[in-house]
């Protein structure tokens, strides 16, 4: 049963406080993408990476969030220092090939208080 | 700017009936999807349509693509409560980038 994994699926934490979020994407896709959905702004895009190599981060705030892929079968997002406003569902999504959907994980939601 | 609208952004509508979700995006794109999301849940996808006048049908749902005139639709034909979800639709852009629509919460009362 082909599933992107994601952990933690709830995290409390509070401002200023550093948080890792993982993702493990479907064995043999070669893209992930990292998205944040909240309700007033919907689902964002915050970065995504093929065969490991970032192509796109402008959607995420550079001065306390970072991405990276330590290996094909690991993806983390990091927010630190943590703020409330960064409290949202983030979601990991993988993908194979340029016409394939995107096959979405159950997302972990981060409350920051 | 990258866009996507979709009309309407709530529904509520009876079992039995029939309606349609509209998608209109801002660019010329080949690929469009369509992702169902269930209260605090993930996203599942429910379509992709790769050419214009694509058309696909799972169940009571039928998706089309029209890529000229940049319009996607999701028809629901006799509802039933269990589509009650948020429908999202998104369009390709770039090599595997998604550009997503705010949602349309449907629901389905008995």
């Known amino acids: 049963d082909a599933r992107v994994t994601q952990t933690p699926r709830d995290k409390v934490t509070e401002m200023g406080q550093e948080v890792t979020m993982r993702c493990q994407p479907i064995?043999?896709?070669?893209?992930v993408f990292w998205y944040r959905q909240t309700m007033m702004q919907g689902l964002e895009l915050l970065a995504y990476?093929?065969?490991?190599?970032?192509?796109?981060d402008s959607g995420m705030p550079k001065d306390r969030f970072s991405a990276e892929m330590p290996d094909a079968t690991l993806a983390t997002l990091k927010i630190q220092p943590s703020e409330p406003r960064d409290s949202a569902v983030y979601f990991c999504?993988?993908?194979?090939?340029?016409?394939?959907?995107?096959?979405f994980g159950p997302g972990t939601r981060l409350t920051v208080l | 700017e990258l866009k996507v609208e979709q009309n309407p952004l709530f529904l509520s509508m009876q079992e039995g009936k029939n309606y349609t979700i509209y998608c209109n995006y801002s660019?010329?794109?080949?690929?469009l999807y369509w992702y169902r999301q269930d209260p605090g849940k993930s996203l599942e996808s429910l379509f992709v349509?790769?050419?214009?006048?694509a058309v696909k049908q799972e169940g009571r749902l039928m998706a089309s693509l029209d890529t000229k005139a940049r319009l996607s639709t999701l028809h629901i034909t006799a509802a039933v409560h269990d589509l009650s979800a948020t429908y999202f639709c998104?369009?390709?852009?770039?090599?595997?980038?998604?550009?997503f629509g705010q949602g349309t919460r449907l629901t389905i009362n008995p």
């Open positions: 999504a993988s993908g194979s090939g340029r016409a394939a959907e995107q096959f």
């Open positions: 064995l043999g896709h070669n893209t």
């Open positions: 990476f093929r065969n490991r190599a970032p192509l796109d």
């Open positions: 660019t010329t794109s080949d690929r």
């Open positions: 349509l790769l050419s214009n006048g």
């Open positions: 998104a369009f390709g852009q770039g090599a595997q980038k998604l550009v």
